[in-house]
């Protein structure tokens, strides 16, 4: 078993029942996200006899890198994990810090049109040791912290609510990597039940929206979750978070040519929102996806900039992060996959 996966609370069980206290769990915790350790071994404080039980009853799996691409401030890496499954992990380099966007299944069932992991169904979840080892590879290869992360990459991480929230209970604890969580984003293509589920849990992170249309006509063609969960019942759950958590939900816009980047969409979204505490963030599209949608220009991103900030909407415009490096979701593995013919 991946030692990675296991939360604080599992590891101090795992102790009591060798008859050990469960304090030995905290300086495992430390020695493997702190001190770094790679070989149980090194665990310190921890007696000869207990070291040689853990390292029988566990293994440290890191992803093997299979590529790794960067641009100026952005890296991204192909990952291969043990079944053989390709997963993919970006850097960003930010003003405040590292942020790292992460995978949370191999493929995706979500099926969203504009979308290149949409493309590759769903062949399983990530287990949290898997999300975990994402985190603990990068920052080994950069030799760099991780301070801010993003399940933002392959998959739908509320369609893996279990493992996702074990990942987020392990890296975000004090005793180990401790980001906090206001550093880590879950970003859902709109799985209504969940959402409320997360935000029954104990000070929940920032969350974002994949809405990317304003409209049921719209959001059906372009993300079919929206057939099951559609707008009026997103925005309720948005505005059900913001109330509950006190915290802004971003809402995540690409901006598709001729598509959703017309004026009355602007207005549309604009009457969505209307006084919640909702940001947006308009995100040029990555067209080297090839998958039949083009960028937005710059003069509609701009129209449709103005129609929300005149309604006194805080947008942002997202910087294209990552086109010199692949970065679009899904689209490292699917250039992997061609030039390897698999
Ligand atoms: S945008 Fe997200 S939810 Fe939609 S297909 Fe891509 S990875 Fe899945």
């Known amino acids: 078993m991946n030692i990675y996966g296991q939360t604080l609370p599992q590891l101090k069980e795992y102790m009591v029942q ?25 665990t310190p404080i921890l007696k000869e006899a207990l070291k040689i039980q853990l390292a029988q009853d566990f293994q440290m799996q890191l992803p093997i890198l299979v590529e790794q691409t960067a641009g100026e401030d ?9 079944d053989g499954s390709l997963i993919e992990a970006v850097l960003m380099k930010q003003k405040y810090g590292n942020s790292l966007c992460i995978s949370s299944q191999v493929g995706c069932n979500m099926a969203c049109a504009f979308c290149q992991s949409g493309r590759f169904k769903r062949v399983r979840n990530l287990t949290a040791a898997e999300m975990v080892a ?9 030799e760099e912290k991780v301070n801010n992360v ?33 550093h880590i984003t879950l ?53 059900a978070y913001i109330a509950k958590t006190n915290k802004k939900v971003m809402l995540e816009y690409v901006m598709l040519d001729g598509i959703n980047d017309k004026p009355e969409h602007a207005h549309q979204l604009a009457a969505l929102i209307e006084s919640s505490d909702c940001h947006v963030n308009l995100i040029p599209y990555n067209a080297t996806q090839n998958l ?13 900039y103005d129609i929300l900030r005149d309604k006194g909407i805080f947008v942002n415009l997202r910087r294209e992060f990552g086109a010199s490096v692949q970065a679009a979701c899904g689209q490292l593995k699917a250039n992997y996959l061609e030039k390897t013919n698999m």
Not at 134 to 142: D, H, P, S
Not at 150 to 172: C, H, K, Q, R, W
Not at 292 to 304: R, V
Request: charged share 20%.
């Open 134 to 142: 994402q985190v603990l590879a990068v920052e080994k290869l950069v």
């Open 187 to 239: 970003s859902t293509c709109g799985i209504v039940p969940r959402i409320y589920d997360y935000m029954e849990r104990e000070a929940p992170g920032p969350l974002a929206i994949s809405l990317h249309a304003p409209n049921n006509e719209l959001r059906n063609q372009l993300m079919p979750i929206n057939r099951r969960y559609p707008v009026e019942e997103l925005m309720t759950a948005v505005k």
């Open 18 to 42: 060798l008859g050990e206290k469960p304090s030995k769990a905290v300086f495992l915790f430390k020695g493997l996200y702190q001190q770094k350790i790679q070989n149980f071994m090194d």
């Open 292 to 304: 039949g949608f083009a960028p937005s220009s710059m003069e509609n991103i701009k129209i449709f």
């Open 150 to 182: 993003v399940l933002m990459g392959i998959g739908e991480p509320l369609d893996n609510y279990d493992e996702v929230t074990a990942f987020i209970d392990i890296v975000s604890h004090q005793q180990g990597l401790a980001i906090g969580m206001r």
């Open 74 to 82: 952005t890296a991204k890496f192909l990952f291969k994990l043990e």
